[in-house]
């Protein structure tokens, strides 16, 4: 079946302004992670999904960034005012069962580049 | 917050050589997970432990709880295994906590 897609695949946008990525989790699964990757590093927690509530938004650096998934399937990460220090890939991943032993099924990731 | 280390961070080795990736945590868990990243950034689950040891082909991997250590080993290594090996704990609150990974070991096998 289909994995969790990711697009853009690539996002180029300049300081200031506003983007939206979107992630499509694979079918039935009910948890959505969000995760950022900067260059050479291990990825970063973001957020994470239960349904269509936001079970632990801890990891979202700061009130620019804002994640929805208003059916509890699609879901979109949004980002207010850019940084330059937002370039990153950002990641998502989706898992049947939140429990400590499911599986997280990664995207290919948006390469966002702020200039 | 979970502390995740790995080493070594870079790892050159020949084709058919016994690789051991390890990784270790500050604090308890509920489960750890080995994550594969190749070039272009798709990331495939490849183990997820709570206990013990568990084997998939020529990939095993172990974890030592009281310890807080888990290793990741390849035996008859090939040059398609060269990615980014990548150590993620899953905190004690289990679904309610995202993963918290170690920044990777790149891992070249050369033919």
């Known amino acids: 079946g289909a994995g969790v897609s990711q697009t853009p695949s690539n996002k180029v946008t300049e300081k200031g302004k506003y983007v939206e990525l979107r992630c499509d989790p694979i079918s039935g699964h009910t948890a959505l992670y969000w995760y950022r990757q900067s260059l050479g590093q291990g990825p970063e927690f973001l957020i994470y999904?239960?349904?269509?509530?936001?079970?632990?938004d801890s990891g979202l650096p700061n009130d620019r960034f804002f994640a929805v998934r208003p059916e509890g399937s699609v879901s979109t990460l949004k980002i207010q005012r850019t940084e330059r220090g937002d370039s990153a890939v950002y990641l998502c991943?989706?898992?049947?069962?939140?429990?400590?032993?499911?599986?997280?099924?990664f995207g290919p990731g948006t390469r966002l580049t702020v200039l | 917050k979970n502390e995740v280390e790995q080493s070594p961070q870079n790892l050159t080795a020949q084709e058919g050589e016994f690789i051991t990736i390890n990784c270790s945590y500050s604090v308890g868990i509920s489960a750890l997970h080995w994550l594969q990243q190749h070039p272009g950034g798709g990331i495939v689950s490849l183990f997820m432990l709570s206990s013990g040891k568990k084997k998939h082909g020529r990939l095993i991997a172990t974890i030592n709880i009281q310890e807080k250590h888990s290793s990741l080993h390849i035996t008859a290594s090939h040059p398609r295994d060269s990615a980014v090996y990548i150590c993620a704990v899953r905190g004690p609150g289990g679904g309610a906590d995202g993963l918290t990974f170690g920044k990777g070991t790149h891992l070249i096998i050369q033919p």
């Open positions: 999904f239960q349904g269509t509530g936001a079970a632990d």
């Open positions: 991943a989706s898992s049947l069962d939140p429990g400590p032993t499911d599986t997280q099924y």
